[in-house]
């Protein structure tokens, strides 16, 4: 499996705990962040969204809970990548789709 990217601040006081939670699999850090009023859409320097974050790192609960609460399916990363374009990169192994990567894709796919 690829390493996920390190998660980084911008500016350095940016409170990026709901891309942390949904990067690290902490469904109720998720929720808490969410119900505590972060922005769903938050990014950090390297434009992760807390969507991408769960997507690249195959948290399908995390996924489902930010979908269903309104995240944008269109944010994009530095490299260009939206949450169902990292679910494929992080999911690819020796050209076979993996799970849960496959769902996720289905998840997010807004084409």
Same mark, same amino acid.
């Given at each position: 499996?690829?390493?996920?990217?390190?998660?980084?601040?911008?500016?350095?006081?940016?409170?990026?705990? =709901?891309?942390?939670? !949904? #990067?690290? @699999?902490? &469904?109720?850090? %998720?929720?808490?962040?969410?119900?505590? /009023?972060? $922005?769903?859409?938050?990014?950090?320097?390297?434009?992760?969204?807390? =969507?991408?974050?769960? !997507? #690249?790192? @195959?948290? &399908?609960?995390? %996924?489902?809970?930010?979908?269903?609460? /309104?995240? $944008?399916?269109?944010?994009?990363?530095?490299?260009?990548?939206?949450?169902?374009?990292?679910?494929?990169?992080? @999911?690819?192994?020796?050209?076979?789709?993996?799970?849960?990567?496959?769902?996720?894709?289905?998840?997010?796919?807004?084409?």
């Amino acid at each position: 499996m690829r390493s996920l990217p390190i998660l980084k601040p911008n500016p350095p006081e940016q409170n990026i705990d =709901l891309i942390r939670c !949904s #990067m690290s @699999g902490n &469904l109720s850090g %998720v929720q808490n962040a969410i119900n505590s /009023g972060s $922005d769903i859409n938050i990014i950090d320097a390297n434009g992760i969204s807390a =969507l991408n974050a769960a !997507s #690249m790192a @195959g948290h &399908l609960d995390i %996924v489902n809970f930010l979908v269903s609460n /309104g995240a $944008d399916l269109t944010l994009k990363d530095q490299l260009g990548y939206d949450a169902y374009h990292s679910a494929m990169f992080y @999911g690819d192994f020796k050209g076979l789709k993996t799970e849960p990567f496959n769902t996720i894709m289905s998840v997010v796919k807004y084409i």
